[in-house]
């Protein structure tokens, strides 16, 4: 008898969880009214859009910036979200992701490259312009820079722009045979050979001005924050250390 038992409630378990429907699907999440954006882009979309963490507002993603939208449209607001809870600034940190995202997506074999010999501690990307005087001291102690272990590589960012002296400099030296030594001349203001080939400095100048880049040296941290202008080599390690070093537990606001 318990046997026949056990197996009718078995069965009316079984039969119960078959007739069962299907979860229903999550709704799908608001958007807000792009058409004044659109219209006030000449049409261009943006990147991204999500909502934000303060209700009612909405991320908005173009290029290499960020904005936020109310979710009717019309109001745009340019500026970033700080929290007072744990002192981040969340807008600087979807930067800094974006920032790492794009300069992981140039790759390395883009790049102009000073190594340490021994091992690296810290790995810097600096947008440059080979006539830029601070560029032109930052080199200068490159190997100041490689003894810290840090380790540099070189995205161009001719500031005349395309077309321009130093745009055309740029590409003589990622033409040239060792192109170590040819930036290294060049930016001592030696002539180095003109040479043209397949290269990636139109896209790296691009890429510096959707990043917000306005100067030269900008340097990307590893953490996909921006350093604008020259750094020593001993300052710029300590600045690593410091920002590589584990944070202390945000304080509540007093």
């Known amino acids: 008898m318990r046997k026949i038992s056990l197996i009718a409630t078995a069965f009316y378990v079984a039969s119960a969880l078959a ?21 006030a882009l000449n049409g261009e979309k943006p990147d991204s859009v999500t909502p934000a963490v303060i209700p009612g507002l909405y991320e908005i993603v173009l290029g ?12 745009a607001i340019q500026g970033d979200i700080l929290d007072l809870g744990s ?26 490259v000073f190594a340490p010999e021994g091992p690296v501690k810290y790995t810097v990307t600096v947008f440059t312009d080979i006539d830029c005087g601070y ?20 995205l161009w960012f001719p500031r005349e722009g395309i077309g321009s002296e130093a745009y055309n400099k740029a590409v003589a030296v990622w033409c040239a045979d060792d192109r170590q030594d040819a930036l290294t001349k060049a930016k001592r203001g030696e002539n180095i050979e003109r040479k043209t080939c397949d290269n990636p400095v139109q896209t790296e100048y691009e890429l510096g001005q959707k990043l917000g880049v306005r100067g030269t040296p900008s340097m990307i941290l590893e953490s ?28 509540p606001p007093k």
């Open 87 to 112: 002192r981040d600034n969340l807008t600087e940190n979807r930067r800094s992701a974006m920032r790492g995202e794009a300069i992981a997506a140039i790759g390395e074999n883009n790049m102009v």
């Open 64 to 75: 290499g910036q960020v904005l936020y939208l109310s979710e009717d449209g019309r109001y």
């Open 224 to 251: 996909g924050e921006m350093i604008p202008g020259y750094v020593p080599p001993t300052q710029l390690a300590q600045m690593l250390a410091d920002n590589k070093a584990p944070k202390p537990a945000a304080q």
């Open 19 to 39: 007739a069962d429907p299907e979860p229903a699907a999550a709704p799908a999440a608001k958007q807000p009214d792009l058409t004044k954006l659109q219209a």
């Open 135 to 154: 560029c032109r001291k930052m080199h200068s102690q490159i190997a100041a820079y490689n003894k810290e272990g840090i380790k540099i590589r070189y």
